[in-house]
């Protein structure tokens, strides 16, 4: 109701099942639902045990891009800038700063896509430009 304005409680009586389901996968991850299931413990366990089989435990996150509004965008330019900041001061006093990490951007299949056909064009480009390294290291 918060969200989107829709009585679940109807929903649930008039067995809307998949509705209801695609209304709660679209929930934003600020929601009182998110916020219930993070804190559950047998949700948690079953979360972790989920990511554990498949591998995703250490996956690096980024943001929904539904949740990824302008308001997103400039923290974002916020946090990038305040760690070049930090970088230059510690520069400054002599020492080494670490390499600052950019804040994660939502990604989308069109950026999955695009980093393909770069590596596409790369390894094509490679093997115009070296011939003998693509037929098993003649030279």
Do not use: C
């Amino acid at each position: 109701m918060q969200v989107y304005g829709v009585d679940l409680a109807r929903w649930w009586r008039a067995r809307r099942w998949r509705a209801l389901l695609d209304l709660i996968d679209q929930l934003p991850m600020a929601s009182r639902f998110a916020e219930a299931v993070a804190n559950d413990p047998e949700q948690a366990r079953l979360i972790a045990l989920q990511q554990q089989r498949s591998g995703d435990a250490g996956a690096a996150w980024s943001p929904r891009l539904a949740e990824f509004d302008l308001h997103a965008r400039l923290l974002r330019d916020v946090i990038n800038g305040l760690l070049g900041v930090q970088s230059a001061v510690i520069a400054a006093a002599g020492a080494k700063p670490p390499k600052p990490e950019p804040y994660p951007v939502p990604v989308t299949e069109i950026d999955r896509a695009i980093e393909r056909a770069t590596e596409e064009w790369a390894e094509s480009l490679i093997s115009r430009l070296t011939p003998w390294a693509a037929r098993g290291g003649r030279g």
